[in-house]
């Protein structure tokens, strides 16, 4: 286990598997590990592989290597629980619907799936990569070129992005503040992936969405919703951007998620819940 790991445990007999994005670390889903803790969820943030150091490391890791730390993850626990969940944002959304294909799951919850870079602060050039990321891995200079995260840096929210333009080592210990193009090619071969097991998936999926996301449009919550199938609902929230685990409406999020894991609604504050809901 890695020292940024974070473990939430009380001897419940359900759990999740929270999955932090690309470049990301667990530091990431502290408010969303404590809030599910509190509501009788056992918690795991696993460091993904290659994650929580330098760029090199992530460079030499594959999306394969990613989702072997959820396999081995789940393996480890899975003895202990009746119910095991995974939740996970952008391509660590994408990575638990690779583990549900892989693993009995009792549901998966995404949050900002991404297939393509097309939100609204995104350059138009950043399109080519669509076309462009399988000749990445054939030349590993371009691969090492790193994408430096920009305004508004996922975040809506004013103070937190504040700190997030000073140091994001403020938000979030253990990230890197950019992607290498390296990682963004596996971003989409992983995302391919998901696509063709998509209409195999039997587990229940929550889509969480934010309308205004910057870095991918709601158009990937819809595709993802669509290659699902009926098992899958899609919530779209409209006062986030693309980290919508964090930001403004955070606590919708986590209402969200345990609805999705089964538990009682009633018991949520969501009387106004300022989002829309596709069964």
């Known amino acids: 286990m890695s020292p940024l790991d974070i473990t939430l445990r009380k001897q419940h007999r359900k759990a999740v598997i929270l999955v932090h994005g690309l470049t990301g670390a667990p530091d990431e889903m502290r408010y969303l590990a404590k809030k599910l803790s509190d509501h009788g969820y056992d918690v795991y943030v696993p460091l993904l592989s290659g994650h929580g150091g330098a760029y090199a490391n992530v460079i030499r890791t594959g999306w394969r290597d990613w989702l072997q730390t959820l396999t081995l993850c789940y393996d480890r626990i899975a003895p202990d629980y ?27 919850t995404v949050y900002s799936a991404v297939f393509e870079f097309d939100g609204w602060s995104m350059p138009r050039h950043y399109a080519i990569l669509r076309a462009a990321w399988p000749l990445i891995y054939l030349l590993p200079p371009v691969g090492s070129i790193i994408i430096p995260e920009t305004y508004p840096f996922g ?9 997030a333009a000073t140091s994001q080592d403020s938000l979030i210990k253990g990230a890197l503040d950019g992607m290498p193009l390296k990682s963004i090619a596996d971003m989409y071969r992983l995302g391919r ?52 685990h964090v930001d403004r409406e955070r606590s919708k999020v986590v209402a969200l998620t345990l609805e999705a894991l089964g538990y009682a609604s009633e018991a949520l504050d969501c009387a106004h819940p300022g989002y829309r809901v596709y069964a």
């Open 155 to 163: 975040l809506k929210d004013e103070r937190l992005r504040t700190l």
């Open 193 to 244: 992936a998901v696509l063709d097991i998509a209409p195999t998936l039997n587990t229940p999926t929550l889509i969480i969405h934010a309308e205004e996301d910057e870095i991918g449009s709601v158009k990937n919550a819809h595709r993802l919703k669509s290659a699902l199938g009926p098992q899958a609902r899609l919530a779209i929230l409209n006062d986030s951007y693309h980290m919508i």
């Open 82 to 108: 009746d119910h095991i969940h995974v939740a996970g944002i952008c391509v660590g959304g994408m990575l638990g619907l690779m583990l549900a294909s892989q693993r009995t799951l009792s549901s998966c």
